[in-house]
């Protein structure tokens, strides 16, 4: 999932079906300041039908929302009171009562945003530099309890399916040209099969924009079965926040892994340089582009 706190606890199977993120059952750091909506619309998907009623109106309707009580909000959802709290909750947030004053700080934000902010790419960038993401979410001590388990794993499987497929493949070289060896099966099946092998100690790594992908779900139960610890970014959201937190899961990896890591990019590079004299190029090591992704401006 995307796509992340970082909730690093074995799933329980039980309940992997109804909610793969670890933090939507247990309040988080609040979502930034300006960010409520992006955070209802980053879980939502993973709701069930009438918990995703009231996270929608939430999210299209936060002017009327603010002065609604749970019984309003309720039918205009077609639910009931129960729902729009567990509703609430799923957002990791204590009760409907704090998700509408999270809209009221937002929105009173907003009235007060200078008139001036940028817009277009630096508008965007900014507003990224600025982690008013679902990223502001992520739990560091969790992160950090996930980049300890994968470093240390005898084995790391990658699992991504369907539109996060991509993610989990691209991530899985990353992680193995950084000395981090790893499978990533492109198979849903093999995945399947290789996560029930996995062991004690072993990491399974979930990648999924949705949450809801039944064949990533159950390589999630059949890693938990054969006792791995089942990880998932923990927060959903988009492709972008996706890879970034990927990407910076890959790196603190790498920082654990120094000596392992320093020489896989070694060795990548001079794989790289037999490459190019294989074809007949007279490149120095020097001309040759740095085609390893520390992360970390080396």
């Not at 008013?132 to 399916?161: H, K, M, N, Q």
Request: charged share 20%.
């Amino acid at each position: 999932m995307v796509g992340v706190v970082v909730a690093l606890r074995p799933y329980d199977v039980r309940r992997t079906r109804k909610v793969i993120t670890g933090y939507m059952n247990s309040p988080l750091n609040e979502p930034p300041l300006g960010g409520t909506i992006d955070h209802i619309l980053s879980i939502l998907p993973s709701l069930v039908p009438s918990a995703q009623r009231v996270a929608r109106i939430c999210a299209e309707r936060p002017h009327d929302v603010v002065d609604m009580s749970g019984a309003d909000l309720a039918e205009a959802a077609n639910t009931s009171p129960a729902t729009v709290s567990r509703t609430a909750q799923a957002l990791g947030l204590r009760s409907f009562q704090h998700l509408r004053m999270l809209l009221v700080r937002d929105l009173a934000a907003d009235a007060t945003a200078a008139p001036d902010a940028p817009a277009g790419t630096e508008g965007f960038l900014r507003w990224l530099a600025e982690g008013r993401t679902a990223l502001a979410s992520i739990d560091p001590v969790a992160f950090d309890a996930a980049a300890d388990a994968i470093a240390r794993a005898p084995r790391l499987l990658i699992s991504g399916t369907g539109a996060s497929h991509a993610a989990a493949q691209a991530s899985a070289v990353a992680f193995a040209v950084n000395g981090r060896p790893c499978e990533a099966p492109a198979d849903g099946v093999v995945a399947h099969l290789t996560a029930r092998v996995l062991a004690p100690g072993d990491v399974c790594l979930i990648v999924s924009s949705s949450g809801a992908n039944s064949v990533t779900l159950a390589v999630a139960d059949a890693a938990v079965d054969a006792g791995a610890t089942a990880w998932d970014q923990g927060i959903l959201g988009s492709g972008l926040v996706q890879l970034l937190v990927l990407n910076a899961l890959q790196i603190a990896v790498a920082d654990r892994m120094s000596d392992a890591a320093d020489r896989a990019r070694l060795a990548v590079r001079e794989e790289v340089l037999d490459i190019v004299a294989d074809d007949g190029s007279d490149a120095e090591a020097s001309d040759v582009p740095d085609v390893i992704d520390h992360g970390d401006g080396r």
